[in-house]
């Protein structure tokens, strides 16, 4: 069973940075992708960023030049780099694994940006 633990949520004004974290309980190398999604209150998840074991990367368009996601493959983890923070970046986010068909989501870490 793969575990995967979200850290770094919190609140921020709006212009801010927040960095999100994500452990795996296994090596990342045994992931096809790995990505972050957020959800807000009766809205689907959302697709925010998502990086390939090859290291390909891929943005939502209403992210694009303020986040970054990022792997380090020694520390089994990755990143959400989230910078120009808006009020409407404000939902429950959650990491991502798939490996062959199978998909892991951590538990969400709450990010919050206030006006």
């Known amino acids: 069973q793969v575990q995967l633990v979200e850290s770094g949520g919190g609140l921020v004004q709006a212009g801010g940075s927040l960095r999100l974290s994500c452990a795996a309980s296994?090596?990342?190398?045994?992931?096809?992708?790995m990505g972050w999604y957020r959800q807000t209150p009766g809205k689907p998840r959302e697709l925010v960023a998502a990086?390939?074991?090859?290291?390909?990367?891929n943005y939502a368009d209403s992210v694009k030049g303020r986040f970054t996601i990022s792997r380090d493959n020694a520390k089994n983890s990755v990143y959400l780099q989230m910078n120009s923070l808006k009020p409407g970046d404000t939902a429950v986010y959650y990491c991502?694994?798939?490996?062959?068909?199978?998909?892991?989501w951590g538990q969400g870490t709450q990010v919050t940006v206030s006006s």
């Open positions: 991502n694994a798939i490996a062959y068909g199978d998909s892991y």
């Open positions: 990086i390939t074991s090859g290291g390909s990367t």
């Open positions: 296994r090596s990342i190398f045994s992931f096809n992708a």
